[in-house]
């Protein structure tokens, strides 16, 4: 089964508004990994936060770490039409990475 | 650097063939995944090498899979005989540390007739 479950699965914003998408997951983690696919593209890494971390920013991502209630959330700021893309948080359990179901982001222009 | 390359991008075969899939992880990463993407099931890990050496394979869905990786430079994942339910995209990924960030390849789309 997933160990990671994003949501909402899909989420349509206009552009220069924030996104905010949520990762929950089951099982202790050593970090865990936001990534993001261009339909059709592999994944591109955006952020690791360790599990000894609260908050990450990097650029117009913003990550949260809760590990007491195992859940994190990926705030895009100001979006954009390229941002257009799904979404994936990533568990890191024993060097595996394990993913989740995705959050399909649409930013229209 | 030239990133994870995978070939090929595309592959189209009738159910019973073999099918090749290859992979040239990032010079100097020393962890190499393989990934399969559906709608239905998400994705998922097949197998991971770390210094050339199958770490966990549990990922396998059953014996028509195979890989090898018989040097630091190239992986390959084998499914033979195919059958229709192994379409997908077929994903690697490579590592310079495990456990961290991944880079993955653009991956192979099979479609098996």
């Known amino acids: 089964s997933q160990q990671g479950e994003e949501d909402p699965q899909a989420l349509s914003i206009q552009e220069g508004e924030n996104a905010t998408m949520n990762c929950s997951y089951k099982t202790s983690i050593n970090n865990l990994q936001w990534y993001r696919q261009n339909s059709g593209r592999g994944l591109v890494h955006l952020i690791l936060i360790r599990s000894n971390e609260r908050e990450k920013h990097s650029g117009r991502l913003r990550v949260t770490l809760d590990t007491s209630k195992k859940s994190s959330s990926l705030l895009i700021t100001a979006s954009r039409a390229a941002d257009t893309a799904s979404y994936f948080c990533a568990t890191e359990i024993t060097d595996k990475l394990i993913f989740g179901t995705g959050t399909r982001l649409q930013v229209f222009p | 650097d030239a990133g994870v390359i995978q070939s090929p991008r595309h592959e189209v075969t009738e159910m019973g063939q073999e099918v090749t899939l290859r992979c040239k992880p990032i010079?100097?990463?020393?962890?190499l995944f393989w990934y399969r993407q559906t709608m239905m099931r998400g994705l998922e890990l097949l197998i991971y090498f770390n210094n050339n050496v199958p770490i966990d394979d549990s990922g396998m869905p059953e014996d028509r899979f195979s890989a090898k990786m018989p040097n630091a430079s190239f992986s390959t994942l084998k499914i033979q005989p195919s059958e229709p339910r192994d379409s997908a995209v077929y994903f690697c990924?490579?590592?310079?540390?495990?456990?961290?960030?991944?880079?993955f390849g653009p991956g192979t789309r099979l479609l098996v007739l």
């Open positions: 010079s100097g990463h020393n962890s």
């Open positions: 990924a490579s590592t310079r540390t495990r456990g961290e960030t991944q880079y």
